[in-house]
């Protein structure tokens, strides 16, 4: 890693620390007597076009006057902003390091900070057009985004598990229900405001203030931005919260932050429930697809398995709540 640094951003160059962490990269801190850097490598694609929309984006953000900040790139020698590490094809990328820190997971009192951010990117990010075609496809193209995830294969590993995840046929079922439910659901999301969205935001995306971490100091890992429904923003943030010690407080300060910079129509708001819903099998999607294509040993997936399924009773008991958290919400703000 440090010759790939010296090589493709020789000033840059410095001593280097492995992030914790992470499902999709690999990430290092670098550092020098005068510089801090932040380099990332791209483990699950290889796609130029991915990275080259989210830079595009990044890069308009980054002129914007924010209250919080957003990863910077950092220009390679050769001018781009990314760099092919070998001939496995995977690319790195350097970003300006930002000041702050990961949440801490009991940590709740950041969550109105957070809903006001989210709100603030949701606004601007509907007036950024990064003159490329987005790669990634909308959450409601669930079966377009993931062509090895096909209904039969979806059923047999469910249904019928192999030997790695016999032990949780009671989980699988349940996600293959979830499934079944939301596939029937797709079409009704393609009415609904759209704009670009991050798609991605949850407590590992986000860093606080280290001297008052009520306070979002930036939103981070921009990969998954695209064209999508507007609601999935905050419906991807609320299905984090699930579980969290503090979760009914979180997701009232989360909407309540939110509900100050953005006021959403009644279908957008009776969309949310199913869009967590959404989020959850997106989410196992992602992971089955990273382990048919051999990204991911049997574990990881045996994981996911079982919190997405917990994330699931969680999801169904809590439905109406959140529902109603959100309009109270948005009324209030759009009383004041």
């Known amino acids: 890693?440090?010759?790939?640094?010296?090589?493709?951003?020789?000033?840059?160059?410095?001593?280097?620390?492995?992030?914790?962490?992470?499902?999709?990269?690999?990430?290092?801190?670098?550092?020098?007597?005068?510089?801090?850097a932040v380099l990332r490598i791209y483990d699950t694609h290889k796609d130029k076009g991915k990275i080259e929309f989210e830079h595009?984006?990044?890069?308009?953000?980054?002129s914007q006057n924010l209250p919080f900040k957003v990863p910077v790139p950092v220009s390679a020698a050769t001018g781009e902003t990314m760099f092919q590490i070998d001939e496995s094809g995977k690319f790195a990328c350097l970003f300006r390091y930002i000041d702050g820190d990961t949440p801490n997971e009991e940590a709740s009192g950041y969550a109105q900070s957070f809903g006001e951010a989210a709100g603030i990117l949701t606004t601007v990010l509907a007036d950024i057009n990064p003159g490329l075609t987005p790669v990634y496809r909308p959450y409601y193209e669930l079966r377009t985004s993931y062509p090895l995830c096909s209904t039969e294969v979806i059923r047999e590993l469910c249904l019928y598990p192999p030997e790695p995840f016999r032990e949780l046929g009671m989980e699988l079922e349940m996600l293959y229900k979830a499934y079944e439910n939301i596939t029937d659901s797709l079409h009704e999301f393609s009415g609904l405001p759209h704009q670009l969205v991050h798609g991605d935001l949850n407590a590992s995306n986000l860093l606080v203030q280290s001297s008052n971490p009520s306070v979002v100091a930036a939103l981070l890992d921009f990969e998954f931005c695209t064209f999508d429904v507007r609601v999935m923003e905050p419906a991807v943030i609320l299905s984090g919260?699930?579980?969290?010690?503090?979760?009914?407080?979180?997701?009232?300060d989360f909407c309540r932050g939110f509900s100050r910079r953005v006021q959403l129509t009644p279908a957008e708001i009776n969309a949310?429930?199913?869009?967590?819903?959404?989020?959850?099998?997106?989410?196992?999607?992602?992971?089955?697809?990273?382990?048919?294509?051999?990204?991911?040993?049997?574990?990881?997936?045996?994981?996911?398995?079982k919190l997405l399924s917990a994330d699931l009773i969680q999801l169904s008991e809590g439905t109406a709540e959140i529902g109603t958290i959100v309009r109270e919400e948005q009324g209030r703000a759009s009383r004041l």
Do not use: C
């Open 241 to 252: 919260l699930l579980g969290h010690v503090e979760e009914k407080t979180m997701i009232r």
């Open 272 to 305: 949310i429930p199913v869009l967590m819903l959404l989020r959850k099998i997106d989410v196992f999607l992602h992971f089955v697809t990273r382990y048919l294509e051999g990204t991911d040993e049997s574990q990881v997936l045996h994981e996911q398995i």
């Open 56 to 62: 595009a984006v990044l890069q308009q953000l980054g």
């Open 1 to 36: 890693m440090e010759t790939i640094v010296s090589k493709a951003w020789p000033e840059w160059a410095g001593t280097l620390r492995r992030r914790s962490g992470g499902w999709n990269n690999t990430t290092y801190f670098v550092g020098n007597q005068t510089k801090r």
